[in-house]
């Protein structure tokens, strides 16, 4: 198979760099790397030597295949050095102005056919691209990091880019093991964009005081499937990376509130507080561990109540089976009696407000999300209001406990912890489908492969039921009166009709 440029220069040699030029020397292109520190371009050819090396001692590539990769290898001294290269992709400091400059130098040196990329991560491609005597020919090409791990990578046009620059950039890719999935250049393009609700939303629930980090974490994982909570996602990433990336795209939206970024990350990034690399984050690291409080104990209840629960509970059927299933007793009458729990499960709105709604009394109500399959999560999430007494969170906590499975008690919150995070989640990623930044499919690829989210987000929202996400973010609307949850024209009306989230009109 003939590789589509067979002559690849790789400008900026840290971790980026490294990474695509690996997998560009893989491809078998010819990769020249250069860097303005010449001791920088040496130690990233021994360090791709090194990673290869490895991967034979591991039995995962032959002599013969390390001996070719290498070969593929070269450092060039000057920009000049480049002027041979079918492509140049940049992967240097995020500075629109040095870059702009780069590329304006390699204009004049590299061929008329020469394809030109940036692997930015947040400036604008047209921006980089404006004062390029041939703007046709420049595109965004953002891998991430680590690169030869990420199997994807952002194809993204500028208002000027030809289609056939980011075709075959795209088939460039695929070539390289990884799956491209094509962007307008809009800020944060689909990835960075598509992350915006889940640290953002679950920094919001911190900041009312519904609950803490580590239970906020254990909920989104066990409950909603995630593989790291957000604040341990925060942790790992580092705030210094995270935060302004969050007031990057806040800003460049001009201050949509969907995007909002929170005074908690500003405050710690301040004070120096980042995450594992910094030894403090939102935990305390120790030997690289974090340290974290055991979740309270399941508490005892000599006698448990009986239970009513709401007619107009979600999931009503599941949740009187699963109350049965625990051995619950539970009341019929169209009220609850004087000595009931009283259990309620809204989509969107808060439990002290069903309690008023519902004329239910207060000191004995207690919220349970039931917006996912019970049955698929590993955590049940229980929730209070400002005048529930001591003994029902108790009963209620050990009753849904039963069986073994966790539970988490937050105080109340519209929305609790799971709907909220994933509506937040569902509804932007419906908006980016609405903008024309991506087909849906590609928002899925890029969403699962990027963020490592355990299924795309308009899978989410299916799973869902596209009409509860509505609801969820109506109720939160009126709970809030927050702009920042109303809903995505694309998700109103899918979800107003039962469609899938998936559906692209003809």
């Known amino acids: 198979m003939n590789v589509i440029f067979n002559t690849v220069g790789v400008v900026g040699t840290g971790a980026m760099g490294r990474g695509i030029a690996q997998i560009a020397a893989q491809a078998g292109s010819t990769v020249l790397l250069h860097d303005t520190q010449a001791q920088a371009m040496a130690a990233a050819q021994d360090a791709l030597y090194q990673q290869w090396d490895k991967l034979a001692e591991k039995g995962r590539l032959s002599p013969e295949q390390v001996s070719s990769y290498k070969a593929n290898v070269k450092t060039a001294a000057s920009l000049s050095d480049l002027s041979g290269c079918d492509l140049v992709v940049e992967a240097i400091v995020e500075k629109l102005e040095v870059k702009a400059k780069l590329f304006a130098d390699l204009e004049a040196l590299v061929a008329p056919t020469a394809v030109l990329a940036t ?27 680590p690169v030869p791990l990420m199997k994807v990578v952002e194809v993204i046009a500028g208002l000027k880019t030809d289609a056939a ?28 964009h598509a ?66 970024p929170s005074v908690i990350t500003a405050q710690r990034l301040a004070g120096g507080v980042l995450g594992r690399k910094t030894g403090e984050g939102f935990y305390k690291y120790t030997d690289g561990k974090a340290q974290i409080a055991p979740e309270p104990a399941v508490p005892v209840v000599d006698e448990m109540p009986p239970v009513w629960v709401s007619s107009r509970a979600a999931r009503r059927a599941e949740l009187l089976q699963l109350l049965k299933d625990l051995g619950a007793k539970i009341e019929t009458g169209q009220s609850p009696s004087a000595q009931a729990l009283t259990i309620v499960a809204p989509l969107g709105f808060d439990v002290t407000t069903v309690a008023v709604v519902e004329r239910l009394d207060p000191a004995r109500t207690v919220g349970i999300d039931m917006l996912l399959d019970d049955a698929m999560t590993k955590r049940r999430v229980l929730a209070t209001n400002p005048a529930t007494r001591p003994d029902m969170v108790a009963a209620a906590h050990a009753l849904f406990a039963r069986d ?103």
């Not at 703007?135 to 891998?143: K, L, N, V």
């Not at 980011?166 to 689909?190: N, R």
């Not at 355990?454 to 109720?475: I, R, S």
Request: proline share 5%; glycine share 10%; charged share 15%.
């Open 195 to 260: 992350g915006r609700g889940y640290g953002t939303e679950a920094l919001r629930i911190v900041n009312e005081g519904v609950s803490d980090f580590a239970t906020i974490d254990r909920i989104l994982r066990d409950q909603a499937g995630f593989k790291l909570g957000p604040f341990e996602l925060m942790d790992l990433t580092a705030l210094d990376v995270s935060h302004p990336v969050m007031e990057s795209i806040y800003h460049q939206y001009f201050e949509e509130a969907r995007y909002r």
């Open 165 to 192: 620059v980011c075709e075959q950039l795209s088939a460039y890719a695929l070539q390289m093991g990884h799956k491209p999935v094509t962007a307008q250049d809009t800020p944060g393009f689909i990835v960075n």
């Open 404 to 506: 073994g499975k966790a539970v988490s008690v937050i105080r109340d919150s519209g929305g609790f912890v799971t709907q909220r995070v994933l509506a937040t989640i569902i509804n932007i990623a419906s908006d980016i489908c609405q903008q024309g930044v991506c087909s849906p499919q590609d928002l899925e690829t890029a969403v699962t492969l990027g963020l490592g989210y355990p299924q795309g987000p308009l899978a989410m929202g299916n799973m869902a039921g596209p009409t509860n996400v509505l609801e969820v973010l109506f109720n939160m609307q009126t709970v809030y009166g927050d702009q920042r949850y109303r809903p995505s024209p694309w998700l109103r009306r899918r979800g107003a009709i039962g469609l899938s989230l998936m559906h692209v009109e003809a």
């Open 119 to 145: 692997n930015t991560s947040s400036l604008s491609v047209t921006a980089i691209a404006a004062k390029l005597k041939q703007p046709g020919r420049f595109a965004g090409y953002h891998f991430f990091n």
